[in-house]
């Protein structure tokens, strides 16, 4: 967003201000890449199957103990050691394979 605010000083100020505010935020821009790149460069990266656990599901055909449940548009085998029918909601819990590992989620 710096280097928009650096072009926009350099062509809308007066002759010898221009330069000036472009000379001043373009070292700010800069900061601000190096700390984006600091900040990112330690996140875990969150792809894959991992990223369902603690999301909610629906029951598509019922889990007693195994199914299959509803995610985001795709359908995944399921185990449900507390038991759900067709159509109910569910968290999942964790990933044992390809398998997920889900709960009721209680109403309320």
Do not use: H, Y
């Not at 935020?25 to 890449?33: F, S, Y």
């Not at 085998?77 to 569910?90: I, L």
């Amino acid at each position: 967003m710096l280097i928009v605010l650096a072009f926009l000083l350099l062509f809308l100020l007066p002759t010898p201000w221009n330069l000036v505010g472009f000379l001043v935020v373009i070292p700010l821009w800069i900061l601000e890449l190096l700390a984006w790149n600091r900040s990112m460069k330690n996140r875990r990266k969150a792809v894959g199957a991992e990223t369902l656990i603690g999301r909610e599901a629906v029951v598509m055909t019922a889990c007693q103990p195994r199914g299959q449940v509803r995610i985001g548009g795709e359908i995944w085998e399921a185990r449900c050691a507390a038991g759900a029918v067709e159509g109910d909601a569910v968290r999942v819990l964790d990933l044992d394979g390809l398998t997920l590992i889900v709960e009721p989620v209680l109403p309320g």
